[in-house]
């Protein structure tokens, strides 16, 4: 694998041109769309020339068999048929900005709308002065950068290290356009695991998609695991992606490793559906956490109440500030029928699984989702794992195919590191990362270069489906439980209780008070279920013998409070210990008094 960094640090390097021209936060809007552009231009440059003498026997086609004529030749989905590359540019310097027009127009319609979305034109002509020459310097600087011998794994790298750095200058999210690598494989590992006999029959095709896929860094390593897995094998992968730079840039990805670009679509995902009638075999997903959807209320609420489960949100909204479970919720609406079935793996961040009381849109979205038997497993992931946060983060596998011994069950991985008794440079599930990348202070080894091979760790605990010290299996009921009203009478002044026309008691609303009442209770070291009436009584009538239950306003809700799971009791030090403590702390405190004193 090529350094990554080293190619990077070229292309950053660059940028140092553009000082005083352009502002720091600015300088993205020339190095990346140029990076694209050098990249393009290696890739076709072993067939470049082949291309061009095959020019005057296609001058009498149509345009759709040109293209497919000309991308042939060139062995990609795209194509450049300009008289320019970049050494050709960098060699007529008085004519910089007209030929770099003449070799973006030269590409291919698919590859040159890639550099439209960068609105790279305007920048060509800012930098177009014969006194800084700035648009030749920045040119001729690239063409001695080589990016040909880089796979798409390494190129997405060098494309990340660049968005981060230029986010960091401008103060954005750089989070929000990638995820660290490490994570995905990590995800793409639990989405294929159960699915190697599958994937490895010969000439299988399935499908991906990423509903958020930012440069594709996803889809990208889930395409390199199938390829390991099965090269016989093929990954068609679709996206969408709201900014214009990561769509630009993933979709550059797709023509290079020979993808449809059609697949990847632009826009917001809420608002304009760009693979509206599709349905995937797998999907995978990094949404951004927290993400307010009031600009898109209008037409989720729409849908919603008009389409039901015929849309995409029939399970219920969130709350407005917070548009995880629409994410979710849309990809579930892109699975398959459940006799051929999709899996699904997403990020979240703790919010989504235990916000929102009975009753509210979260809760009666992860009842729909758990009482139809779909969420599978969730792994809780090491904190300090992301380039934009530092909060605790988790995985969860979404499907509508369960294996026979999971059904009716879900899957709880505790993979933060917090219960090794190593918590220095590394532990069982994290690595300390020597330099802080942002907020990423730590990473999961892979097993490659010296690293423990924690992603396979992790990766066997789901796999092996046993209950352990980091795994907890635990029946779908499990997580549900009823959200109870307990009234107390009304009292008058002389503690008499105040009755309706009916004779039955009124409620005291000073005194009301409700009730979670778990569905499933243990005893004797099992689950067994239980009733209202049961826990009512044992519970609640010793302390209060004259409350009743309002089983009217009696609703059922789920959360996973998954710290509570893994949660283990550490017994208090007994006073003894603590009083030897104190006078061991007084009597060391009083020497040094007295060693001040004499001094």
């Known amino acids: ?64 068999a040109i293209d497919a004529t000309l991308n042939k030749i060139a062995g990609f989905n795209f194509h450049n048929r300009s008289q320019f590359n970049f050494k050709k540019l960098g060699a007529d310097p008085n004519n910089i900005a007209a030929n770099l027009h003449n070799f973006i127009n030269g590409f291919s319609a698919s590859a040159r709308e890639i550099i439209e979305y960068f609105n790279f034109d305007d920048h060509i002509s800012r930098m177009d002065d014969p006194k800084t020459n700035l648009l030749y310097l920045v040119v001729k600087r690239f063409e001695e950068i080589d990016l040909s011998n880089m796979s798409s794994i390494e190129t997405g790298y060098v494309f990340e290290e660049l968005i981060r750095r230029f986010a960091e200058l401008s103060n954005e ?45 996803m889809l990208s390593i889930a395409e390199e695991y199938l390829q390991e897995l099965n090269p016989d094998a093929r990954l068609e992968v679709f996206g969408q992606e709201i900014n214009p730079e990561s769509y630009a840039i993933c979709k550059s990805d797709m023509l290079i490793k020979g993808q449809n670009p059609a697949n990847i679509k632009f826009g917001n995902t809420f608002t304009v559906d760009g693979l509206e009638y599709e349905k995937f075999d797998y999907m995978l997903s990094n949404p951004p956490f927290g993400v307010e959807w009031r600009k898109a209320e209008k037409i989720i609420k729409t ?18 500030n917070d548009g995880s479970f629409l994410f979710l919720q849309h990809m579930i609406s892109k699975m398959k029928p459940s006799d051929g079935g999709s899996r699904i793996g997403i990020i979240f961040n703790g919010s989504p699984l235990f916000t929102g009381g009975a009753g509210s849109g979260e809760s009666e979205i ?180 004259d409350a009743w239950i309002d089983e009217s306003k009696t609703k059922i809700g789920y959360e996973i409070n998954f710290t509570k799971y893994f949660y283990e009791f550490k017994p208090l030090r007994s006073l003894e210990e603590i009083r030897k403590d104190i006078l061991a702390l007084e009597q060391e405190t009083e020497g040094m008094i007295m060693k001040v004193i004499k001094e």
């Open 1 to 64: 694998m090529i350094d990554f960094k080293e190619k990077a640090n070229l292309i950053w390097a660059v940028a140092d041109l553009l000082r005083g021209d352009y502002k720091q936060a600015d300088y993205g809007k020339v190095i990346l769309p140029m990076t694209v552009l050098r990249r393009l231009d290696c890739v076709l440059e072993p067939t470049k020339q082949k291309v061009l003498n095959f020019l005057p026997r296609v001058e009498k086609m149509s345009q759709a």
């Open 173 to 217: 999210t750089a989070g929000e356009h990638f995820t660290p690598r490490e994570v995905i494989r990590l995800m793409v590992n639990l989405l294929f695991l159960n699915d190697r006999e599958i994937l490895t029959k010969k000439g299988i095709v399935k499908t991906l998609y990423d509903l958020a896929c930012g440069t594709g860094g």
């Open 303 to 320: 849908e919603y109440e008009k389409k039901g489960f015929a849309g995409r949100f029939g399970a219920g909204l969130p709350r407005i």
């Open 366 to 545: 992860r009842k729909w989702i758990i009482e139809h038997d779909m969420l599978e497993a969730i792994v809780a992931m090491p904190d300090q794992l992301f380039y934009n946060t530092g909060i605790a983060t988790y995985i969860l596998i979404v499907t509508n195919r369960k294996s026979p011994e999971r059904k009716g069950k879900i899957q709880l991985i505790n993979a933060t590191g917090q219960k090794d008794e190593d918590e220095g440079r590394s532990n069982r599930f994290w690595l300390k990362m020597a330099r802080s990348l942002g907020n990423k202070r730590k990473e999961i080894g892979d097993g490659k270069n010296g690293k423990p091979d924690q992603i396979g760790f992790i990766t066997k605990i789901y796999g092996d489906f046993r209950k352990g010290p980091f795994c907890k299996i635990f029946p779908n009921e499990y997580f549900a439980y009823w959200r109870v009203t307990v009234e107390q009478p009304l009292k008058d002044a002389n503690g008499k209780i105040e009755t309706d026309k009916n004779g039955n008691p009124k409620a005291d609303s000073n005194l009301r008070d409700y009730e979670n009442i778990p569905l499933l209770c243990e005893q004797d070291g099992k689950l067994v279920k239980q009733t209202i009436e049961k826990y009512f009584e044992r519970e609640v009538k010793p302390h209060v013998p």
